[in-house]
């Protein structure tokens, strides 16, 4: 079992930074996959970004490339994700996932899930 726990969302200007962070339970954290998905309102959960086990394979979202950047400190069992360039449409619950085998930026494919922290961005 996985527990995850978001936290460093609020609310920001456009323009600015966040950087969001995910603290995993379970001994075997370093070797899942890890990722991070949001939902705005009244829209469906899209995927963000997803870091694999080792860190050395990372996929972005098209419209996040570029401002986000996934991380992953294995030792402290947390991922990050820091946003920068932040627009209006970046609004969002930004959710954490985890999964022991997939790596795709399928929703329903992810076994592991945090409860979400929410990030406003004003224009």
């Known amino acids: 079992q996985v527990q995850l726990v978001e936290s460093g969302g609020g609310l920001v200007q456009a323009g600015g930074s966040l950087r969001l962070s995910c603290a995993a339970s379970?001994?075997?954290?370093?070797?899942?996959?890890m990722g991070w998905f949001r939902q705005a309102p009244g829209k469906e959960r899209e995927f963000v970004a997803v870091?694999?086990?080792?860190?050395?394979?990372?996929y972005y979202e098209d419209s996040v490339k570029g401002r986000f950047t996934i991380s992953r400190d294995n030792a402290k069992n947390t991922v990050y994700l820091q946003m920068n360039s932040l627009k209006p449409e970046d609004t969002a619950v930004y959710y954490c996932?985890?999964?022991?085998?997939?790596?795709?930026?399928?929703?329903?494919?992810?076994?592991?899930w945090g409860q979400g922290t929410q990030v406003t961005v004003s224009s």
């Open positions: 996932t985890a999964d022991p085998y997939y790596s795709g930026s399928s929703r329903w494919r992810y076994a592991y």
């Open positions: 379970g001994r075997t954290f370093s070797s899942y996959t």
């Open positions: 870091i694999r086990w080792s860190g050395s394979d990372i």
